[in-house]
């Protein structure tokens, strides 16, 4: 078990942080790129994708579709507030990039795609076009 203390140039904290992924370090520039997580879930009408996107606000976000791809790309900036300087830090600080992409296919009503985000969590709506979606034949 590893013990973390505040305390700067103790052994645990040297060791800790000559071990530790270069993410993790102070003195390194800290840009990371990371995959956010996300569900895709069906309806009769549309599809949603939930995406997690901690501490991103919607000025650092942007969501563009192209031919059959839907594209997410966000940043997030830590910042150390001024008069305290990082001795350790877990939060992949720094400067964090997230990107996806999804691949739509032709069933997608690209034009009434709609987006929200709300305590850290990206929710789009799809939905189906009138093409995809399912219909009755009557029988004559």
Excluded at 21 to 49: F, M, N, Q, W
Excluded at 62 to 68: G, N, P
Excluded at 89 to 114: C, H, P, S
Aim: net charge negative; glycine share 6%.
């Amino acid at each position: 078990m590893t013990t973390t203390t505040l305390m700067p140039l103790r052994l645990s904290n040297l060791m800790d942080s000559f071990f530790a992924p270069a993410a993790c370090r102070a003195d390194v520039d800290r840009t990371s790129h990371r995959v956010p997580r996300a569900e895709v879930l069906e309806g009769d009408k549309d599809y949603i994708i939930r995406m997690d996107l901690p501490g991103v606000n919607r000025e650092n976000l942007e969501i563009e579709i192209e031919d059959e791809t839907l594209s997410v790309a966000a940043t997030r900036e830590r910042e150390v507030p001024e008069g305290y300087r990082a001795l350790r830090n877990e939060w992949a600080g720094g400067k964090v990039a997230f990107k996806r992409a999804f691949t739509l296919g032709q069933g997608i009503a690209a034009d009434g795609i709609q987006a929200s985000l709300e305590n850290g969590t990206l929710t789009l709506t799809l939905p189906k076009s009138e093409q995809a979606l399912p219909r009755r034949i009557e029988v004559k």
